[in-house]
């Protein structure tokens, strides 16, 4: 079984400052891990994904995520903030063998001015 | 390309009324899902599907169904709604080689008075 946990419904963040969205994953297969964002009112959007190789992924919009194996985690960074980031982010996971996809809980990230 | 387009974006339901609501895409994707957004909740699966003319439950099926007469189309019914289902509805796609990459409509905010 899969399962996903995002710590922080939400999170706040000053323009500017570095981003850090976190995400722990339980998997008993080699894990698939993406996050999504979805902005108010739309779709849910993938910003980036990791499934094997480079554990240093880079996504859309300057955002990217390190997979640690033996942390079993997959936190979401930024090195300065957008207010044009603001949004809601899914952390999940998946694996080879799934037709389906896991997803977190979500968490909202809060920009300020 | 319109990529995932969902119909309708609104409704009002009362308690016992029946409805389907209609996910399409045009990209030749062989996988399709429905999902529900809740606060706090994350996104739910309803229902899902492999290919055209089949179909399987998600976490949450029990008050849909669904069908796949066309590899485009993907409908999600509800025969008698319930309160319980105010929600918003997203569908997505996937193509068969891009495990847990999936492509969202815009969403349909249902509401069941």
């Known amino acids: 079984a899969q399962s996903v946990t995002q710590l922080g419904s939400h999170v706040s963040v000053s323009e500017g400052a570095l981003v850090l969205l976190r995400c722990n994953y339980s998997s008993s297969v080699p894990p698939y891990l993406f996050w999504y964002v979805q902005y108010p009112n739309q779709g849910l959007q993938l910003l980036l994904k990791y499934t094997t190789g480079a554990t240093l992924v880079k996504g859309i919009n300057g955002f990217e995520a390190e997979f640690k194996k033996s942390e079993t985690s997959f936190h979401l960074t930024k090195p300065s903030a957008h207010m044009s980031d603001a949004a809601e982010y899914f952390c999940?996971?998946?694996?080879?063998?799934?037709?389906?996809?896991?997803f977190g809980k979500g968490t909202r990230l809060h920009i300020l001015p | 390309n319109a990529g995932v387009t969902q119909t309708p974006k609104f409704r009002v339901l009362k308690t016992g009324q029946s409805m389907t609501l209609l996910c399409a895409q045009d990209m030749n994707h062989e996988y399709m899902y429905w999902y529900r957004q809740d606060p706090g909740m994350g996104l739910r699966l309803i229902h899902y599907?492999?290919?055209?003319?089949?179909?399987a439950k998600g976490e949450v099926p029990d008050g849909y169904n669904v069908s796949r007469l066309k590899k485009q189309n993907f409908l999600l019914g509800l025969e008698s709604a319930a309160p319980s289902q105010t929600s918003v509805y997203f569908c997505?796609?996937?193509?068969?080689?891009?495990?847990?990459?999936?492509?969202f409509g815009p969403g349909t905010r249902l509401t069941v008075l």
């Open positions: 997505a796609s996937r193509t068969e080689a891009r495990v847990g990459e999936q492509f």
């Open positions: 599907s492999v290919g055209e003319g089949t179909t």
């Open positions: 999940a996971v998946s694996s080879n063998r799934d037709d389906k996809i896991i």
